[in-house]
């Protein structure tokens, strides 16, 4: 028999984005909330919840939460939540990885198997590391039930899976009165080396930035390698040297990384080293702990190519617009130093700068720069981070290749 929930009952007319299928629902949108007595309550934060119309129609079951997204739906239909369900929802995500043959690949062992709202799994990052699923909960329920997941993703991978690592602790909500610590779930780690398009990269999901690493900018860091061959390249907020070693396995006779992270840049000499063996002997690595905008100041004329992948200058909209002018700042600088005939890669991975805004903005900066500009590509996130139709903020990452006279 299914369990009765709480149930989250919706103003009249605040129903239209649940029949949407958008999976978010607002605090304002909340008429009242009962029990399965008919009794007015607050629900615990991390109650699975059913979601009704004005009318009682059933619209949705999700996760409740305080603040102003007070639930986050998982199903839009009426199942009984348990076990079985989840090991459905973990299974259909995998079933979609092998479509992109990930699951599988002897070349490429690191990919996301769960991206939250994407895979209808709103709250619940889930990377997996060549053996190590590296799970990260964004929400009080997710966390709740992370022994459920653990099980489904032991169900799913078999022997493949060595260990489940929790990252949560930075992620769960600031008020939350449940404070995750982050460690083993299941099983031993045996290896934190894994593979992308055959090169090496060594992970710190422990106390890396996000799971580990960048995994998002996968297919973006294989197109560079496209333009590096005997070229010059600078590689800014490299974090862990991605595109760096893209880039020296391509060719490239100097590449420079830069970070203003002295620890970014340890991982990236670290990953560099990882790969020596696979670089031309005529290719030259250095990494600078440095401030892009300090690096760029004495960057006229000697690069080839440029990568501008910063962190998100705008987590909420009521900085979108310092964040818009430091985005135009720092393409403009780039624009004024990149040598003539050059290649920039510059991305955003800021959720409210939508596409638009963040191409208008690069094209604001070439026009401070005075410099003729091509676009080759325009860039998002891979499909194994793929957004939900229904739930468009899921589009976070945009990028541009542009060519510069």
Not at 47 to 61: A, Q, Y
Not at 81 to 101: E, G, M, P, S, T
Not at 180 to 196: C, D, F, M, Y
Not at 208 to 236: M, P, W
């Amino acid at each position: 028999m299914q369990q009765a929930y709480p149930k989250v009952i919706l103003s009249s007319g605040k129903d239209q984005s649940l029949r949407r299928f958008h999976p978010w629902v607002f605090s304002g949108a909340i008429k009242k909330i009962k029990n399965s007595a008919g009794k007015e309550i607050e629900p615990s934060e991390g109650d699975i919840v059913t979601v009704v119309s004005n009318h009682d129609e059933f619209l949705g079951v999700g996760h409740y939460q305080l603040g102003s997204i007070a639930v986050r739906v998982f199903s839009f239909e009426e199942h009984e939540i348990n076990q079985a369900f989840w090991d459905a929802k973990i299974a259909a995500a995998y079933h979609l990885r092998q479509v992109l043959n990930l699951t599988s690949n002897a070349e490429t062992n690191v990919y996301r198997l769960l991206h939250a709202e994407g895979d209808g799994m709103p709250g619940l990052i889930i990377d997996f590391y060549n053996g190590t699923a590296v799970l990260q909960t964004h929400s009080i329920g997710m966390h709740l039930i992370k022994k459920e997941i653990s099980l489904s993703l032991q169900k799913v991978y078999g022997d493949a899976l060595h260990a489940i690592y929790d990252k949560s602790e930075e992620t769960m909500p600031k008020q939350s009165a449940i404070k995750a610590e982050n460690g083993l779930l299941w099983g031993e780690t045996k290896t934190n080396e894994v593979k992308e398009y055959g090169n090496l990269f060594a992970i710190d999901w422990a106390s890396g930035q996000k799971t580990g690493f960048f995994i998002d900018q996968r297919e973006n860091r294989n197109l560079l390698a496209h333009y590096c061959k005997g070229k010059s390249v600078a590689n800014t907020f490299c974090y862990s040297g991605g595109f760096s070693v893209f880039a020296m396995r391509a060719g490239a006779t100097l590449v420079h990384s830069v970070d203003s992270s002295k620890k970014a840049i340890e991982l990236t000499d670290k990953n560099i080293e990882l790969n020596r063996s696979y670089f031309s002997k005529h290719s030259e690595h250095a990494s600078f702990a440095i401030d892009t905008f300090d690096f760029l100041e004495t960057a006229a004329n000697k690069y080839d190519v440029i990568i501008l992948d910063p962190p998100a200058f705008a987590k909420h909209q009521n900085v979108k617009h310092n964040a818009v002018q430091g985005y135009k700042r720092l393409n403009a600088e780039a624009f004024k130093k990149i040598k003539a005939g050059g290649i920039l890669f510059t991305f955003s991975c800021s959720q409210v700068v939508d596409t638009n805004l963040f191409n208008n903005t690069v094209m604001a900066a070439a026009i401070i720069a005075k410099r003729k500009v091509h676009v080759l590509h325009y860039l998002s996130q891979p499909p194994d981070h793929a957004p939900s139709i229904f739930h468009p903020e899921g589009a976070y990452l945009k990028g541009l290749v542009l060519y510069v006279e």
